[in-house]
């Protein structure tokens, strides 16, 4: 009961249809998630920009350090999917789609409050603006039925109000901490030798947060500065296993904005080239994740 059970009930649903075994199916998804959540990525680009610009940042996501996750069966990738196209519709203040999609958005994962929290502001912005009639208030109302609702299962299922948040803590040992767990195991990293995993990962989450900066000074709109904040302080504040951190903070693509924008004056050549190495670099840390690094990435 820990997990959200959107992706689940997508597994069940493809053995219906599959002659494969759910793990199989579990991985088909977890592709096909990845593919959708760069289409979402580009359309953010796209939309912003040009073409162009939203194949970079679609090409940043897919080379990220853990990036080997978008080809396994974990739900970052259809968060991010569903994540990018509410950010899309929100854009365009398309404020029902933008709910509906946070809905099922918060079904997937936990970080969806993160979502929840920016379509939720921006619609109290168009209302005190009194912007786009009933549809602000629409979008308010519908975005956190999904967190909301399986929050509400889970305690129907475990006899009390806070079920879910007494699962995380006592079967995962997750709680917020506001950082101070994650210091320390930053602290630990620099200074004694350590794992290849937590250097990596220690060196994202400080690249994260200088990328939330520069995302915020070079005027990327603000929702997706916030939404991206969010995540940040979720994969940071928690007590969880530091090594996930990493794959935690992958629906975070906003961050690569900045990225993508210096990518995109440079020619098409160069700009290819970088990101191909890019790619290369990447591939090696997957290969490192999967045959040499011996817990879960």
């Known amino acids: 009961m820990a997990f959200f059970p ?3 009930w997508l597994i069940r649903a493809a053995g219906l249809i599959s002659p494969f075994s759910s793990r199989s199916n579990a991985i088909v998804l977890g592709l096909l998630a990845s593919l959708f959540a760069a289409w979402g990525i580009f359309a953010v680009g796209n939309h912003l920009f040009d ?4 194949l970079l940042l679609a090409g940043l996501w897919g080379v990220v350090p853990h990036a080997l996750v978008q080809s396994m069966a974990y739900t970052e990738s259809l968060f991010t999917a569903l994540a990018a196209f509410a950010l899309v519709a929100l854009l365009r203040r398309s404020w029902v789609t933008a709910g509906l999609l946070t809905i099922v958005a ?7 409050l993160a979502l929840i929290g920016v379509v939720g502001l921006a619609a109290l912005i168009a209302v005190v603006r009194r912007q786009d009639g009933w549809r602000p208030y629409a979008a308010a109302l519908l975005a956190p039925l999904g967190w909301l609702g399986y929050l509400w299962w889970v305690g129907t299922k475990t006899g009390r109000i806070d079920g879910w948040f007494h699962v995380q803590a006592t079967s995962w040992h997750s709680s917020f901490d506001f950082g101070v767990s994650t210091y320390q195991a930053v602290v630990r990293t620099a200074t004694s030798p350590t794992v290849l995993d937590f250097v990596i990962v220690s060196l994202v989450l400080i690249g994260a947060v200088v990328l939330l900066v520069i995302a915020a000074l070079k005027r990327v709109p603000w929702p997706l500065v916030v939404y991206s904040l969010g995540i940040v302080v979720m994969a940071v504040g928690a007590t969880n296993y530091f090594n996930a951190k990493g794959r935690l903070i992958l629906p975070a693509f906003a961050l690569l904005i900045p990225i993508a924008r210096a990518l995109a004056r440079l020619r098409p050549a160069l700009a290819a080239l ?3 190495l890019l790619a290369t670099t990447s591939a090696a840390f997957a290969g490192y994740l999967a045959f040499i690094w ?3 990435p």
């Open 51 to 54: 073409q162009w610009t939203g």
């Open 6 to 8: 959107l992706f689940p």
């Open 274 to 276: 970088l990101l191909t």
């Open 106 to 112: 918060g079904l997937c994962r936990p970080s969806a």
């Open 294 to 296: 011996p817990l879960s």
